[in-house]
């Protein structure tokens, strides 16, 4: 069982820039991919940003070139690094994990469903 614990989240004005974390129960040995998804009210969760144990990070269209994905081994942790926020960006993030073959990775048709273990989530609010 792996366990996911998220914070960091909080409200902030348009502009501003907040930074996600998620800490990993335990080491991960065996290859791995991570995500980081938000829901915003009466919509579905997206996937915004994801890794795997090689290396490869994922961005959506959306949040390149402001959102920064990155990781701390010796912590087991996470983070995602949120620049130039928008009241779009404005959801429930969450982290996510599983174990991983391999094979390709496409974060425009990554799915919840493709993660086995979840955090309970932390709120992000940008608002003026």
């Known amino acids: 069982q792996v366990d996911l614990v998220e914070s960091g989240g909080n409200s902030v004005q348009p502009g501003g820039s907040l930074r996600l974390s998620c800490t990993v129960s335990?080491?991960?040995?065996?290859?791995?991919?991570m995500g980081w998804f938000r829901q915003a009210p009466g919509k579905k969760r997206e996937a915004v940003a994801a890794?795997?144990?090689?290396?490869?990070?994922y961005y959506a269209d959306s949040v390149k070139g402001r959102f920064t994905f990155s990781e701390d081994k010796a912590k087991n942790t996470l983070y995602l690094q949120m620049n130039s926020l928008k009241p779009e960006d404005t959801a429930m993030y969450y982290c996510?994990?599983?174990?991983?073959?391999?094979?390709?990775?496409?974060?425009?048709?990554?799915?919840?469903?493709?993660?086995?273990?979840w955090g309970q989530g932390t709120q992000v609010t940008v608002s003026s």
């Open positions: 996510a994990f599983d174990f991983w073959s391999g094979g390709p990775l496409n974060i425009a048709t990554m799915r919840p469903l493709d993660f086995s273990y």
């Open positions: 335990e080491y991960i040995y065996s290859r791995y991919f």
């Open positions: 890794a795997d144990s090689d290396g490869g990070v």
